[in-house]
């Protein structure tokens, strides 16, 4: 194997345990010839460290792997941004790298995900993953990524507009499936947006960029699992 060019970053915790085995069998199924997987583990014990080394040392044989423990801290936004920023400054420090894939440890993505990632010709790029967000007073599931609206605010996308493998340029995008290249990390850390405890450091980060000029992409060919305790979240078939 050769020098990898590609370092696959995922911040997780303890409380994504319960899908650990799925989203290990999802990771060992990409097939991308040259890259190299970083864990930072920002649970509250040692122990999850310890499962993650064991667990990947086996699904993972193929590829190096490093396990990292990061800095606890008092709120989820500050252990997420932390993280981070830890696979950031690592990322930066290893200059074979030319981009860098968050994958969050409760998404699946196809096997193909890097490489059609990369097609998308853009700065940032990323997968199709559901969530479940508030709009108004009520909670819809709907695709993690925001297109421009008017004065540079953001507007959802519809599951209708994701459904033909498209790339299409977007403002912001969630951070579970993202394909980020160095010359952005080099200009952008990561932090919070506004006062959020629990979330925000994706549209920070995507604003930013979208200040300095980089090109922001969604390959709505990418489309991916989010796995939740209780029930899957599945982007529907493609009508292409």
């Given at each position: 194997?050769?020098?990898?060019t ?5 911040p997780t915790h303890?409380g994504q345990?319960?899908?650990l ?11 991308y010839?040259?890259c ?10 040692e ?6 080394r ?7 044989s193929?590829?190096?792997?490093l396990?990292v423990?990061?800095s ?5 936004i500050?252990?997420?941004i932390?993280?981070r920023?830890?696979?950031r ?10 981009s ?27 997968g199709?993953?559901l ?11 709907l695709?993690?990524i925001y297109k ?44 919070p ?10 549209v920070?980060?995507?604003?930013d960029?979208h200040?300095?000029g980089?090109?922001?992409r ?23």
């Amino acid at each position: 194997m050769g020098i990898a060019t590609i370092l696959i970053c995922c911040p997780t915790h303890d409380g994504q345990s319960y899908c650990l085995e799925r989203f290990l069998k999802g990771l060992a199924g990409i097939s991308y010839p040259s890259c190299d997987v970083l864990f930072a583990d920002n649970s509250g014990e040692e122990s999850y460290s310890k499962r993650l080394r064991e667990k990947a040392a086996t699904a993972l044989s193929s590829m190096n792997v490093l396990v990292v423990r990061d800095s606890i801290c008092d709120s989820r936004i500050a252990r997420i941004i932390s993280s981070r920023n830890l696979v950031r400054g690592h990322f930066l420090r290893n200059r074979q790298y030319t981009s860098l894939f968050f994958l969050d440890t409760d998404i699946i993505p196809p096997k193909e995900v890097i490489v059609q990632l990369l097609s998308a010709d853009a700065d940032i790029a990323s997968g199709i993953y559901l969530s479940n967000q508030k709009i108004g007073d009520a909670f819809k599931v709907l695709p993690a990524i925001y297109k421009k609206h008017n004065d540079d605010s953001a507007a959802t996308v519809t599951l209708k507009e994701v459904e033909i493998n498209s790339i299409m340029d977007i403002l912001i995008c969630g951070l579970g499936c993202c394909l980020i290249k160095r010359n952005v990390l080099e200009q952008i850390p990561f932090r919070p947006y506004s006062d959020s405890k629990t979330g925000g450091e994706d549209v920070a980060f995507c604003l930013d960029a979208h200040k300095k000029g980089f090109a922001i992409r969604a390959h709505c060919g990418v489309k991916c699992a989010h796995m939740g305790k209780k029930a899957m979240l599945v982007v529907g078939p493609s009508s292409a």
